[in-house]
Antibody
Framework: QVQLAESGGGVVQPGGSLRLSCAAS????????MHWVRQAPGKGLEWLTI????????YYAASVKGRFFISRDNSQNKIYLQMNSLRVDDTAIYYC?????????????WGQGILVSVSS | SYVVTQPPSVSVAPGKTATISCGGH??????VHWHQQRPGQAPRLVIY???DRPSGIPDRFSGSNSGNTATLTISSVEVGDEAAYYC????????????FGGGTELTVL
């Protein structure tokens, strides 16, 4: 079955950087687009970014474009989210999610999420 | 950026039908997906591409999308359906293609 496991979360100071990882298993990783989505405490879901199956195309939400960067390693079945210039309002649970296809934009499966806390 | 609007809350009695709307300019021309999130859990896809159900989702869940409103309909509502529901709109023509609605809390009275 599809499994997605996020790691790399924790506490970071404002202005700092953090890299999240997501290890995928249970499917042919290189055939699917992958997303990152976040949820601030007590708030709704916010879509952040997608990488196409081949890793040659990615799109971002306007709120994180230029600060956050998605990448993938199809040989390791992992995606990453590099987060720079972190702000207090970036505090959230960050979810890794799998698309239904190579590049459809449909989130089909979700990881359990990992907490990132930006605080001094 | 594209703006998507959902009602904050909807209440329904068990066995009745709940409808949750997702509004946006010309949303009927975009792909809309719906996710259910129970408290303390990760979200789960319940409707994709406006009207399709993933395997394992009961046929009590249905969707539609036309004009400026997409709708999630849950018939014969059960206590276990109590959750937050989020629409996710995908606009493949945009540089920022993905956006979630603010979510709707479904309360089963």
């Amino acid at each position: 079955q599809v499994q997605l496991a996020e790691s790399g979360g924790g506490v970071v100071q404002p202005g700092g950087s953090l890299r999240l990882s997501c290890a995928a298993s249970g499917f042919t990783f290189s055939s699917y687009a992958m997303h990152w989505v976040r949820q601030a405490p007590g708030k709704g879901l916010e879509w952040l970014t997608i990488t196409w199956y081949h890793g040659n195309s990615e799109y971002y939400a306007a709120s994180v474009k230029g600060r956050f960067f998605i990448s993938r390693d199809n040989s390791q079945n992992k995606i990453y989210l590099q987060m720079n210039s972190l702000r207090v309002d970036d505090t959230a649970i960050y979810y890794c999610a799998r698309d239904r296809a190579a590049a459809s934009g449909t989130i089909e499966y979700w990881g359990q999420g990992i907490l990132v806390s930006v605080s001094s | 950026s594209y703006v998507v609007t959902q009602p904050p809350s909807v209440s329904v009695a068990p066995g009745k039908t709940a409808t949750i709307s997702c509004g946006g300019h010309n949303i009927g021309s975009k792909d809309v997906h719906w996710h259910q999130q129970r408290p303390g859990q990760a979200p789960r896809l319940v409707i994709y591409s406006d009207t399709d159900r993933p395997s394992g989702i009961p046929d009590r869940f249905s969707g539609s999308n036309s004009g400026n409103t997409a709708t999630l309909t849950i018939s014969s509502v059960e206590v276990g359906d109590e959750a937050a529901y989020y629409c996710h709109v995908w606009d493949s023509t945009s540089d920022h293609p993905g956006v979630f609605g603010g979510g709707t809390e479904l309360t089963v009275l």
